[in-house]
């Protein structure tokens, strides 16, 4: 009997995705940080509806396997860590604004400060103008980065993107005005 594709399934993540996961938030928030966040907890990964990742204590895993056994799943179950997808037979990652928060609020790394206008702009999900930015919090992924408010507050995951005029903006990926606008 083959399992049905549209049911959400949870299980332990594959080697492949953790290395994706732990590669991407390495380079985010370097490797020593990411290993202790990750240490004494299982990654989790939802499929089929959804391709989804979040990080689950030992505690919360046993009490998660009680209720597999009995033939039910949750909808979701500890930290969100990100959303995956496959592109040209590779797995992509995309971390989460709460697994960036609490990186970022251990690394201190990998975050652009901006001003109060452009922390309005981040929470309403617009892009930021360069030139709204306070400071920087070297290293810059490649990909992602956390917008924070003056106050370190993560408010955003962004991009930096360079527009053909020479400027940049921060493209605003997920904010935290989205959970009130649509998430909740």
Request: contains cysteine.
């Amino acid at each position: 009997m083959q399992a049905d594709k549209r049911k959400l399934v949870f299980e332990n993540a594959r080697d492949r995705e953790v290395g994706v996961i732990k590669k991407v938030l390495s380079e985010m928030f370097g490797t020593e940080c990411v290993e202790d966040f990750l240490k004494n907890n299982i990654i989790v990964v939802a499929r089929n509806k959804r391709y989804e990742v979040f990080l689950v204590s030992t505690q919360l895993y046993e009490m998660f396997m009680e209720i597999k056994n009995v033939g039910l799943e949750p909808y979701s179950i500890g930290l969100f860590l990100g959303r995956m997808y496959v592109k040209k037979n590779r797995i992509r990652y995309i971390p989460s604004l709460e697994s960036s928060e609490v990186l970022y609020n251990i690394s201190r790394r990998n975050a652009i400060m901006v001003n109060e206008k452009a922390t309005q702009l981040a929470l309403y999900g617009r892009n930021i103008f360069w030139e709204n930015v306070i400071r920087i919090f070297p290293p810059i992924h490649k990909k992602y980065v956390v917008v924070i408010t003056s106050a370190h507050e993560p408010i955003a995951l962004g991009r930096i993107r360079e527009l053909n005029y020479g400027k940049k903006i921060i493209e605003v990926l997920i904010d935290k005005g989205w959970y009130l606008r649509k998430g909740g």
